[in-house]
């Protein structure tokens, strides 16, 4: 008879949670943004609640939580409640290379997190401020090394991406050029914009409104081809050999999550990115929509974690 009851709960439990899946969402959904306004992160965010909002007929709420290269924003969806009304829209540097050198990270990138989808990619443009007298990165190398130490690089924070790459072009070309770290993509660009800093790595939806309007000078793209957005600029790596820098975001929520609501929200962001608006906006700032299952989301965090968590080792980077 307990049997029976068991199992009998089980399959009510089950119903539950499918009918509950099925009428998702019935109040505001919050996707946070672990980044300044203005940047990547957000303008993707922005890009997708819009659609979002007119498929469930709720409003979806972009909460901008910047901080701490991206890991205040992940460690408060990592706290939220699993119901997925707390999402984050996370670029994935955020999760693979933060906590390998933060002594106290806010978050277990592997375990406290729901993998939705991924979602885009954009490569990372080389970019420095007009009054650097180097217009390819043959040219740049040759006045880094004449000029150790004088030159710097700006970066989204310390431990991100744009950090990381930073440093992977000072090793691949010998120069020794000074770290400056900011807490996010806009202010990293602007610190270029105003002459602070001398070069930069960061998304082409970050750099690319200010190189049209002439405040930046692009020099080179991430990706390892030319990319049809800025077709004009080489690969990094016709200089640097196997370079390559390409900014990834994926949706989280809080671990826990109900497979059927994960796969509900699956379905309806793959559909959103499938959405001709929304691929012309990606397309537009160099990007592109990616799509897949969770399965193949959490095997790509895995890789990524364990990728980057050997560079950081034998780069012998350490919290600052």
């Known amino acids: 008879m307990r049997i029976r009851v068991f199992a009998l709960a089980v399959v009510a439990s089950a119903c539950a949670t499918t009918a509950a899946a099925q009428s998702y969402p019935v109040k505001p959904v919050r996707i946070v943004a672990p980044f300044p306004a203005g940047g990547g992160t957000d303008i993707f965010a922005r ?3 819009q659609k979002l909002g007119a498929t469930w007929n ?3 709420v972009v909460d901008n939580r910047p901080g701490a290269a991206g890991m205040i924003g992940n460690g408060f969806v990592a706290r939220a409640a699993p119901d997925g ?3 984050v829209l996370s670029s994935l540097d955020t999760l693979s290379i933060i906590p390998h050198i933060n002594k106290k990270p806010l978050y277990d990138s592997l375990h ?6 991924m979602f885009a990619s954009a490569p990372n443009l080389l970019v420095v401020h007009p009054s650097v007298p180097a217009r390819s990165v043959r040219e740049l190398i040759a006045l880094a090394k004449s000029h150790p130490g004088q030159l710097n690089f700006a970066s989204n924070g310390f431990g991100t991406l744009s950090h ?3 440093e992977l072009f000072k090793f691949q070309a010998g120069a020794n050029i000074v770290h400056v770290p900011y807490n996010g993509g806009p202010p990293a660009v602007l610190s270029i914009v105003s002459g602070q800093a001398s070069m930069l790595f960061a998304s082409i939806p970050t750099t690319l409104p200010q190189v049209k309007a002439g405040r930046l000078r692009a020099i080179a793209v991430g990706n390892p081809t ?3 957005t800025v077709k004009e600029l080489p690969p990094v790596a016709d200089t640097l050999p196997a370079f390559e820098s390409v900014q990834r975001w994926a949706i989280l929520g ?7 609501l994960v796969a509900k929200l699956n379905r309806d962001l793959t559909a959103t990115l499938n959405d001709d608006e929304v691929k012309a906006s990606f397309a537009a700032q160099g990007a592109k929509g990616l799509g897949g299952t969770p399965a193949e989301l959490a095997a790509f965090m895995k890789s990524d974690y364990d990728k980057w968590g050997k560079v950081v080792r034998d780069a012998d980077i350490r919290p600052e």
């Open 226 to 228: 030319r990319v049809d």
């Open 58 to 60: 709720q409003q979806v």
């Open 112 to 117: 406290d997190f729901s993998p939705i989808l």
């Open 254 to 260: 809080p671990a826990g999550m109900a497979p059927d």
């Open 164 to 166: 990381l790459t930073g």
């Open 47 to 49: 890009t997708i609640s």
């Open 85 to 87: 009304y707390t999402l």
